[in-house]
């Protein structure tokens, strides 16, 4: 059944505002579209190619869908779509945190405030009478995907699979009553002040943890190996589905997961940038770095063809930030100096390739083992994420 909300009619006589789940595939496609409504004239958002997003969202292809609930909403003034956002429970981590908690996602309006109020208070509803006992987002269906609301740095350009908002979202969300859950930093860190990649340029403090790292952790650093792809994926995730369990919101990830997140990078993964560590034959650490592919996407308008391949594969060769991704290691060899090794080797190797500036994130604030370390390096926070919650009562 449709979900209405009626309005007051303003002075300019604007169309009631409807919301509407998405039940069809021409439905979804307007859904997957609104965004370039809303940053039509906003030189920093980085659009994303309609290819991927039309898999993204396609139960049949992601397998988030495999331990989840999702409903997509689309609110419209007449027949002109105004805002989205995604609903859903993931059960896979209500049951990893012994939680009733709902999600949203994929939260895109245009300035229009009562749209945003009735957007949220749609989801609010859909997960309450789905039993959760609270609402948090954004989250675009899991944290390593698009993560939290922006909160500052607007005129930065979002690197790649990072989140991006103007910046009255926040405002709409918090009149809705969300409070802070928690918040994620981006690192920024330029070759200037890592010395240019030369290793009598870093601090003293910063050398003793390589040199511990090196010698006494018992820890043997390696390039991942394309030509064993498959193997290497279960490596990575043997160690993700360790070092990652204390994190806030983690949720352990299917074989299925990561190979889905694999197929979609792959084609840009740069083995020099993707460090696994391993002790007695066996991988304890893992540090995932990718290219920037933000940079050459902004031009592209979320199109591949006619012309989208070829200005990406001349364009990739102009990044000069790369984003380190995902970097873990597992309990027993935490506190090694294993972090900055992973850090020094994949900026230094970055740097030989012409790279000038890293990002480093997302990385919680409750992480304050790697929080540290990225500091010791001289990296600083300039961008600021935040998951909002929202405490639910009963149904409605």
């Known amino acids: 059944m449709d979900i209405e909300v009626e309005t007051v009619v303003p002075p300019d006589n604007q169309p009631t505002l409807r919301i509407t789940p998405v039940r069809t595939p021409a439905e979804r496609e307007r859904f997957i579209r609104f965004p370039w409504q809303v940053y039509a004239d906003n030189r920093c958002w980085v659009s994303p190619l309609l290819i991927e997003r039309r898999v993204f969202f396609d139960p049949a292809h992601n397998p988030f869908f495999q331990h989840a609930e999702v409903q997509l909403f689309l609110a419209c003034r007449g027949n002109r779509e105004v805002g989205t956002i995604a609903a859903f429970i993931n059960h896979a981590h209500n049951a990893c945190h012994n939680e009733r908690v709902g999600f949203f996602g994929s939260f895109e309006v245009l300035p229009d405030s009562a749209a945003a109020a009735a957007l949220l208070a749609t989801a609010e509803g859909w997960v309450r009478n789905r039993g959760m006992h609270a609402l948090r987002g954004p989250i675009n269906f899991a944290s390593d995907n698009e993560c939290g609301l922006l909160l500052d740095a607007y005129d930065q350009p979002p690197v790649i699979m990072t989140a991006y908002n103007p910046p009255y979202y926040r405002n709409y969300v918090e009149l809705a009553g969300f409070t802070k859950a928690i918040d994620w930093y981006a690192y920024s860190l330029d070759r200037e002040t890592l010395g240019g990649g030369d290793p009598r340029e870093l601090r003293p403090r910063v050398l003793r943890m390589l040199d511990t790292a090196r010698k006494r952790s018992g820890v043997q650093f390696r390039n991942v190996q394309l030509r064993a792809f498959a193997a290497e994926l279960q490596r990575v995730r043997h160690v993700y589905n360790q070092a990652w369990e204390q994190n806030w919101g983690f949720v352990p990830m299917s074989a299925a997961e990561i190979d889905y997140l694999a197929a979609g990078l792959k084609p840009f993964i740069d083995p020099d940038l993707i460090i696994i560590a391993e ?16 940079q050459p996407l902004r031009h592209m308008q979320g199109r591949l063809f006619p012309t989208g391949w070829w200005y990406l594969l001349r364009r990739r060769h102009w990044m000069d930030t790369v984003r380190f991704f995902a970097m ?48 010791a390096f001289g990296a600083q926070i300039y961008k600021t994420y935040r998951v909002y919650e929202k405490r639910l009562t009963g149904p409605e």
Do not use: H, M, W
């Not at 002790?279 to 933000?294: K, Y």
């Not at 850090?343 to 997302?362: D, I, Q």
């Open 279 to 294: 002790a007695a034959g066996q991988p304890v650490g893992v540090s995932i770095t990718l290219p920037d592919l933000n």
């Open 328 to 375: 873990g290691v597992v309990p027993e060899y935490r506190r090694r100096g294993v972090e900055a090794v992973f850090y020094y080797e994949t900026f230094r190797n970055a740097v030989k390739k012409g790279y000038r500036r890293a990002e480093l994130s997302l990385i919680v604030e409750t992480n304050t083992q790697i929080r540290r370390s990225v500091a």
